[in-house]
């Protein structure tokens, strides 16, 4: 969509593809960005934008996750088993954020997500957690 038709040419499709495959496929492609020069720089950066957001979710989510669980009373093992982490990022995450005496986070550092990737990173740690 908003793709020039150039790109096609470009790529050695096997005769079998039909149309809506190539459409379907065709953002994978490395000829994708042909005839699209003027839209190069931007897309980089919305490349790069989108990369720190779902970093940064990852990282938050992760830690969200592994306090969830650990104000529920699980140990490391069993948090580090249910999420599919380590036993030693499992700990490494619970000496960054660990429950206070009303079970509130306490973070050793803040986790704050540059101005550029704050909306994307909110929308994506909303989506992941089920919110709509």
Do not use: C
């Amino acid at each position: 969509m908003g793709q020039g038709e150039g790109y096609r040419d470009y790529i050695k499709w096997d005769p079998a593809t039909s149309e809506d495959l190539k459409t379907e496929l065709g953002p994978f492609q490395i000829e994708f960005g042909v005839h699209r020069d003027s839209a190069a720089l931007a897309a980089v950066e919305a490349a790069e934008i989108s990369l720190e957001a779902a970093t940064f979710a990852r990282k938050l989510v992760r830690q969200q996750a592994v306090f969830s669980l650990a104000v529920q009373g699980l140990g490391v093992r069993e948090i580090a088993r249910q999420l599919s982490l380590s036993k030693s990022e499992v700990g490494r995450i619970m000496r960054q954020i660990r429950p206070d005496e009303n079970g509130r986070p306490v973070r050793r550092s803040s986790l704050t997500p540059a101005p550029s990737v704050m909306q994307p990173a909110r929308e994506l740690i909303r989506r992941l957690w089920g919110h709509q």
